[in-house]
C-alpha cells in the first residue's frame, strides 16, 4: 500500500450558473520518500489538485468525489479538527510567491514557532530551538537574528528558504511544493531546487512537485503526472515520459522546449490555447488542437470528439488517447494476422 | 524613532501654520475690535487712534507675526458672548465634548470590530446580512435625525401605539436616575465636579444615563462605517496567500482569524480611524446642538449665530490642535502595529 | 501573415444601445431586485422634484396659499387632521406635502450642483497631481490630506460660517442655492482628486500611457484623451456616493442654521423647523421630512453600493 492513494478526485467549482468542474477523475499514488511531478500548463488543475489533497481549495471550490487515503486514512470528509492535525505537520506545502506567503505582521520566528506549538506540546524556548535548527538546514546565513527579523526585510531566495524551513520543522512525510521557484529570480531558482531536492533525499520526505517546467521535472522527480484541462492525460516515470512521450499534448509540450527547436527557426508551440474549464470540447479536451485527429490515411478518428479517451499501457507508462489506443491495436492485429 | 518623530512634528506644524493663517485672516477681515470696544457714537478720527495703538495699520507680515505670538501663549482675545478670554471658555467646554467623544469611540471600537470580524468570517449568515443591511441604511441617517429620533423614541414617546405614551420607551432606565417621564435628553444633567474645569458624567450612574442618548446618536454615524470596513478589509485579507499557508500550516482557525487576519485587517483602519477622529468632533457640533449638551460643538455654533469672531477662532485652533495630537497618534501606533513602517530605527 | 482582403464586409461595430445590451452592468442590474427597486425610487423622486411646480397641492414659497390658522395640523391617519392636508401641516400652516416635494427639489438640486462642481475640481487636480507628481502631486495632496484630517463637514461648517459672515444673513438666504453648491463643493474636492490620482498613477505606469509619450503627444491630450476615459469608473462609483454626502451635508448645514432659509426650505431645513415643535408633540413636522431625507439618501448609497460591486474599481483606501 502506498502511503498517499488518490482515486478518481473530483472537484468542482460552485458558480452561480452552474458547477464547473475543475478536477475529473484523477488517480495517482506516492510511495513513501517517491518524488512525483505534475506537470501542465496554467489552468490544467495542477494547483487545484495540490490544494484539495489538504482540503484547502479556496470557495466555491468544493471536493465532489473521490477518494484520497493518507497513510491508511481517508482524508475526504475528515473533520477539519483531525485535517488540521495532518497538515503541516504530516503533510507540509511550499507555496508559489515567497513574497506572499508569509505574514507581513508577525516575525519570522513567531511564524515558525506557532506552527511547532500547533502540532506538539512544547515549550517556547525549545520551539525556537528547533526553528533554529531548520534555518541552518536550509543554509539561512545567521539565522539566530533572522527569528526576530520581519518578512520585508528578507529577499525573495531568503523566504522561500523560509518556508522550506517551515515545511520541514515537523519532519513531514510528503511536502506538496506548487511552483516553488516560478517567483523567484532565475539565478536563484536552480539553488533553491537543489536544496529542496538535498532535503527531500536526506529526510527521505516524499515530495509531489507542481510545476510547468518540464526541465525540473526530469531533474527532481522519479514519476510525473501530465495534466490537461482538468484531467491526467498521462503518467509513469519521468525519465520514460521525457524520451518518448505518447499522448500528442505531451510531445506538443517537450517540442515546444526552446532546446527541441532549430537554431535561427521560430519555437514550435502547440496551435491554440487550453479551453476553459466551464466550456470543454466534447470527448477528448485536447482534440480541436491536436494534430492526430486524423488517420494517416486521411479519414476522422471521430471517437476523439465524442467519447473521452481511457488509458492505455505502453511500457511503465500509461496514456489517456485514442490515437494511441489504434495505433496499439493496429500493431497487435497484424501480429495476430500474421501467425495465422 | 528620532526621525520619524521630526518629521511628523514638522508636519504637525507645517498644518497648525495653514491653520493659523486661515484663522488669522478671519480676525483680520471679519473681526473688527473698534467696533466691539467703543461704540457707534465714537468719531472716525478718535478710531483711527485707536486703530494705529492697537496695531491695526501695521504691515500683513507684522500683524501675522504678533497673532502667531499671542497663539502660542494661548491668547486669542475676549469672547464678545461670555466676556472674559476665549480660551479659557473652550476650555471649560472641552471636558464635556471629550467625555462624548469618549464614550461614542468605546462604543465604535466595542461593537465594530467583533460585528465586522463576524460578518467577514460568516458573509453568508443571516445575521451578517442584517448588519449590512442596517449599516448601509445606518450610513444614510443624517446624525441629527438621529438624535431627534432617538428623543422621540426614549424621551418622549408617542400617544399612539407601539411606542409608549408620555415617557417613551427609555422610561425603564428612568428607575436609575429616579426621574419623572422619558429619559433625559437635554444637558449633562448633574455631572460631577473632578478638579479646576472638568465635570465628568463618568461617575455617577445618573451622569451614564445622560450620556446614553447623545453618545448613541454620535456613533451612529460612524459605526456602520467601521463596520464596513473591517468587514471589507478582514474578507481581503482572508483571501490572502499569507492565510492559505497558515492553513496549511495547520494553525487553529481562531488564531489564524484573530490574530493572522484581524491584525492586518487594523492596519488601514488604524489609518482610517484616525482621518474619522475628524470627523467625530465635526458631527459633535449637530449631536451637542440637538441634544444641548453643553460642549465645545454647542458653545461653536452659538459663536457662529452671535459672530463670536475671537471664540471662533480660538475654536479652531485648539480644535485643529486636538486633530494634530490625535493624527500624531494615530500614525505612532501604526508604525507600532506595522513593522514594515521604520519606526524603532533598528538596523534592517 | 500575408495580408488579405477578404470579400465579405467586417460585421459593423455594435452601437452605443448594442454595446449598454450586451454589458455585465446590465445583466448584473436585471439580476439585483435591489437595484431595481432603488433605481426605480429614485426616478421618482427625481421626477416628484422636477415636477413639484405641478404635483403639490400649494406653493410653500407663496404667502397667500398660507393659511395660519391650520398650523401644526396632524396627518391623515391621525385624529383630527384636515383632508386637505394629507402629510399634515407644519408650524406655520404650509401643507407638509407640498413643502416635502419642494423640499426634496432644492436637496437635489444642491446635491447635484455640489457634485459637479466637486467634480470637477477634484477631476482637474486629481489629473495634475498623478500625472505630473513632483511639487504639483506633493502640495495638492498635502492640501486635501489637511482639509480630511479637519473632516468635509466641519470645513463646511466652518466655510459656511464664513460665508454668511462675509455676506449678512439676508444676501445669504438670497443666494443659499448657490453659496451651498459652492461651499460644498469646495469641502469636499479632496475626496475626488485622491480616487482620481490613485488611478491615474496605476494608469500611468501602463504601456499605452508609455506609448503615447514616446509618440511625441502633448501632456493636455494624453491627460484628458487617454488617461482620464480609463479613470472613470472610480468617477462613476464616487460620484454616486457623494450624491448621497452632498444631500447629507446640505442638510446638516441648514439643520445648524447655515444652509436653507425656512422660507425656501430644503428636507434639512424642515427637520430643522420641525424640531422645535418636537417636544409640544407635532412630532410629523420633523419626523416625516426626515423619512423622506433618509429613503432619498438611502437608494442613492443602495445604487452605489452596487455599482461599486459591478465595475469594482481601484478606490482609494482612507
Do not use: C
Given at each position: 500500500m502506498s502511503l498517499l492513494e488518490v482515486n478518481q478526485l473530483d472537484v468542482r467549482f460552485a458558480l452561480r450558473r452552474g458547477d464547473v468542474k475543475a478536477l475529473r477523475d484523477v488517480s495517482f499514488t506516492l510511495d513513501r520518500g517517491e518524488r512525483l511531478g505534475i506537470v501542465g500548463e496554467s489552468g490544467a488543475g495542477k494547483s487545484v489538485a495540490a490544494f484539495s489533497l489538504l482540503n484547502l481549495i479556496a470557495k466555491p471550490g468544493y471536493i465532489a468525489g473521490g477518494s484520497i487515503r493518507f497513510d491508511g486514512q481517508e482524508l475526504i470528509g475528515m473533520r477539519d479538527r483531525h485535517l488540521r492535525q495532518i497538515r503541516g505537520n504530516r503533510i507540509s506545502m511550499i507555496f508559489q510567491d515567497p513574497m506572499m506567503t508569509l505574514n507581513p505582521v508577525l516575525s519570522i520566528g513567531e511564524q515558525m514557532v506557532e506552527c511547532l506549538k500547533a502540532h506538539r506540546r512544547i515549550g517556547r524556548r525549545e520551539a525556537r530551538a528547533i526553528a533554529l535548527r531548520k534555518l541552518e538546514q536550509v543554509h539561512i546565513p545567521s539565522p539566530e537574528a533572522r527569528l526576530d527579523q520581519y518578512p520585508h526585510e528578507l529577499s525573495g531566495g531568503m523566504r522561500q528558504r523560509v518556508i522550506i524551513a517551515i515545511a520541514l520543522l515537523l519532519d513531514p512525510d510528503i511536502i506538496i511544493a506548487d511552483e516553488p521557484t516560478t517567483a523567484l529570480d532565475v539565478t536563484i531558482q536552480a539553488e533553491i531546487m537543489d536544496l529542496l531536492l538535498e532535503l527531500c533525499e536526506k529526510h527521505n520526505v516524499g515530495l509531489i512537485l507542481i510545476t510547468h517546467d518540464l526541465g525540473v521535472v526530469s531533474q527532481v522527480t522519479q514519476r510525473m503526472l501530465v495534466m490537461y484541462a482538468g484531467r491526467v492525460i498521462e503518467q509513469g516515470p519521468t525519465r520514460e515520459i521525457i524520451n518518448d512521450p505518447q499522448h500528442p499534448y505531451t510531445q506538443g509540450l517537450m517540442n515546444a522546449l526552446p532546446q527541441m527547436a532549430t537554431p535561427g527557426s521560430r519555437l514550435n508551440q502547440i496551435p491554440g490555447s487550453m479551453p476553459s474549464l466551464d466550456n470543454l470540447p466534447s470527448g477528448c479536451a485536447f482534440h480541436p488542437r491536436c494534430g492526430f485527429t486524423q488517420r494517416p490515411d486521411g479519414s476522422e478518428r471521430t471517437a476523439c470528439r465524442s467519447e473521452v479517451p481511457g488509458f492505455v499501457a505502453s511500457g511503465n507508462c500509461q496514456a489517456a488517447c485514442h490515437m494511441v489506443a489504434e495505433m496499439q491495436d493496429q500493431e497487435r492485429i497484424p501480429a495476430q494476422e500474421t501467425s495465422r | 524613532m528620532i526621525a520619524f518623530l521630526i518629521k511628523r512634528l514638522f508636519h504637525a506644524l507645517l498644518v497648525m501654520f495653514v491653520i493659523s493663517l486661515i484663522a488669522f485672516s478671519i480676525q483680520n477681515n471679519l473681526g473688527d475690535p473698534i467696533q466691539q470696544m467703543v461704540g457707534q457714537s465714537v468719531p472716525e478720527s478718535e478710531r483711527e487712534i485707536l486703530r494705529e495703538e492697537l496695531g491695526l495699520n501695521d504691515p500683513f507680515l507684522v500683524q501675522y507675526l504678533r497673532f502667531a505670538r499671542n497663539a502660542v501663549q494661548l491668547d486669542f482675545g475676549y469672547s464678545y458672548i461670555f466676556n472674559e478670554p476665549t480660551t479659557d471658555v473652550v476650555l471649560r467646554h472641552l471636558p464635556a465634548t471629550l467625555e462624548l467623544v469618549a464614550a461614542t469611540t468605546l462604543l465604535i471600537v466595542l461593537l465594530s470590530v467583533p460585528i465586522g470580524v463576524y460578518s467577514a468570517i460568516k458573509p453568508r449568515a443571516w445575521l451578517s446580512r442584517f448588519f449590512m443591511g442596517a449599516s448601509i441604511v445606518g450610513i444614510s441617517i443624517p446624525v441629527f435625525l438621529t438624535a431627534i429620533?432617538?428623543?422621540?423614541?426614549?424621551?418622549?414617546?408617542?400617544?399612539?401605539?407601539?411606542?409608549?405614551?408620555?415617557?417613551?420607551?427609555?422610561?425603564?432606565?428612568?428607575?436609575?436616575?429616579?426621574?419623572?417621564?422619558?429619559?433625559?435628553?437635554?444637558?449633562?444633567?448633574?455631572?460631577?465636579?473632578?478638579?479646576?474645569?472638568?465635570?465628568?458624567?463618568?461617575?455617577?450612574?445618573?451622569?451614564?444615563?445622560?450620556?446614553?442618548?447623545?453618545?448613541?446618536?454620535?456613533?451612529?454615524?460612524?459605526?456602520?462605517?467601521?463596520?464596513?470596513?473591517?468587514?471589507?478589509?478582514?474578507?481581503?485579507?482572508?483571501?490572502?496567500?499569507?492565510?492559505?499557508?497558515?492553513?496549511?500550516?495547520?494553525?487553529?482557525?481562531?488564531?489564524?482569524?484573530?490574530?493572522?487576519?484581524?491584525?492586518?485587517?487594523?492596519?488601514?483602519?488604524?489609518?482610517?480611524?484616525?482621518?474619522?477622529?475628524?470627523?467625530?468632533?465635526?458631527?459633535?457640533?449637530?449631536?451637542?446642538?440637538?441634544?444641548?449638551?453643553?460642549?465645545?460643538?454647542?458653545?461653536?455654533?452659538?459663536?457662529?449665530?452671535?459672530?463670536?469672531?475671537?471664540?471662533?477662532?480660538?475654536?479652531?485652533?485648539?480644535?485643529?490642535?486636538?486633530?494634530?495630537?490625535?493624527?500624531?497618534?494615530?500614525?505612532?501606533?501604526?508604525?507600532?502595529?506595522?513593522?514594515?513602517?521604520?519606526?524603532?530605527?533598528?538596523?534592517? | 501573415m500575408t495580408t488579405q482582403t477578404s470579400p465579405q464586409q467586417a460585421p459593423p461595430l455594435p452601437s452605443r444601445w448594442e454595446r449598454l445590451r450586451d454589458s455585465y452592468l446590465l445583466y448584473s442590474f436585471k439580476r439585483d431586485p435591489i437595484a431595481q427597486l432603488s433605481l426605480l425610487v429614485f426616478v421618482v423622486f427625481v421626477a416628484c422634484a422636477v415636477l413639484a411646480p405641478w404635483l403639490a397641492p400649494m406653493n410653500p414659497y407663496d404667502l397667500a396659499q398660507i393659511d395660519i390658522l391650520a398650523s401644526e395640523l396632524p396627518p391623515f391617519w391621525i385624529d383630527g387632521s384636515d383632508p386637505a392636508y394629507v402629510m399634515g401641516t407644519d408650524a406655520q400652516g404650509r401643507d407638509l406635502l407640498s413643502t416635502i416635494l419642494y423640499g426634496a427639489r432644492v436637496s437635489l438640486i444642491i446635491g447635484f450642483g455640489a457634485v459637479a462642481l466637486q467634480a470637477l475640481l477634484g477631476v482637474v487636480f486629481g489629473l495634475l497631481a498623478g500625472y505630473l507628481g513632483g511639487r504639483i502631486d506633493a502640495f495638492l495632496m498635502r492640501l486635501a490630506d489637511i482639509q480630511l484630517s479637519f473632516s468635509t463637514l466641519m470645513v463646511a461648517i466652518v466655510v459656511g460660517a464664513l460665508v454668511k459672515a462675509i455676506f449678512g444673513s439676508a444676501t445669504f438666504s438670497t443666494y443659499a442655492v448657490p453659496l451651498l453648491v459652492l461651499i460644498i463643493g469646495l469641502a469636499e474636492w479632496p475626496q475626488y482628486a485622491r480616487t482620481v490620482r490613485a488611478s491615474v498613477l496605476a494608469e500611468k505606469g501602463k504601456e499605452y500611457v508609455d506609448a503615447a509619450r514616446t509618440m511625441g503627444l502633448p501632456s493636455r491630450r494624453i491627460m484628458f484623451r487617454h488617461i482620464l476615459p480609463n479613470t472613470l469608473s472610480p468617477i462613476f462609483v464616487i460620484s454616486t456616493v457623494q450624491v448621497a454626502n452632498a444631500i447629507i451635508s446640505e442638510a446638516a448645514l441648514s439643520f445648524l442654521g447655515l444652509g436653507m432659509p425656512e422660507t425656501h426650505p430644503s428636507l434639512g431645513s424642515l427637520i430643522k423647523s420641525g424640531f422645535d415643535y418636537i417636544q409640544s408633540g407635532s412630532w410629523w413636522i420633523t419626523l416625516i421630512p426626515g423619512a423622506v431625507l433618509v429613503v432619498l439618501v438611502l437608494v442613492i448609497n443602495l445604487l452605489g453600493d452596487w455599482l461599486r460591486d459591478v465595475l469594482n474599481p481601484r478606490l482609494y483606501k482612507g
Open positions: - | 429620533v432617538l428623543i422621540q423614541l426614549f424621551s418622549i414617546g408617542v400617544s399612539w401605539s407601539p411606542f409608549p405614551g408620555e415617557t417613551g420607551w427609555g422610561s425603564w432606565l428612568n428607575g436609575l436616575v429616579s426621574t419623572e417621564g422619558g429619559m433625559p435628553a437635554y444637558g449633562r444633567g448633574d455631572p460631577v465636579h473632578v478638579v479646576g474645569t472638568w465635570y465628568t458624567n463618568f461617575a455617577s450612574t445618573e451622569g451614564l444615563v445622560y450620556l446614553v442618548l447623545p453618545a448613541i446618536s454620535l456613533a451612529s454615524i460612524m459605526l456602520p462605517l467601521f463596520i464596513r470596513l473591517i468587514r471589507a478589509e478582514m474578507l481581503e485579507v482572508l483571501q490572502s496567500e499569507y492565510v492559505k499557508f497558515a492553513r496549511a500550516k495547520g494553525i487553529s482557525l481562531r488564531r489564524i482569524y484573530f490574530l493572522h487576519a484581524l491584525k492586518n485587517t487594523m492596519l488601514p483602519v488604524i489609518t482610517v480611524g484616525g482621518v474619522q477622529i475628524g470627523t467625530l468632533v465635526a458631527y459633535t457640533i449637530l449631536t451637542e446642538t440637538v441634544f444641548q449638551w453643553p460642549g465645545m460643538g454647542l458653545m461653536f455654533l452659538n459663536a457662529i449665530n452671535r459672530s463670536d469672531i475671537p471664540l471662533i477662532i480660538t475654536y479652531l485652533m485648539i480644535v485643529g490642535l486636538i486633530f494634530v495630537i490625535t493624527n500624531t497618534l494615530v500614525d505612532l501606533i501604526y508604525g507600532l502595529v506595522n513593522p514594515t513602517v521604520k519606526l524603532t530605527g533598528k538596523p534592517a | -
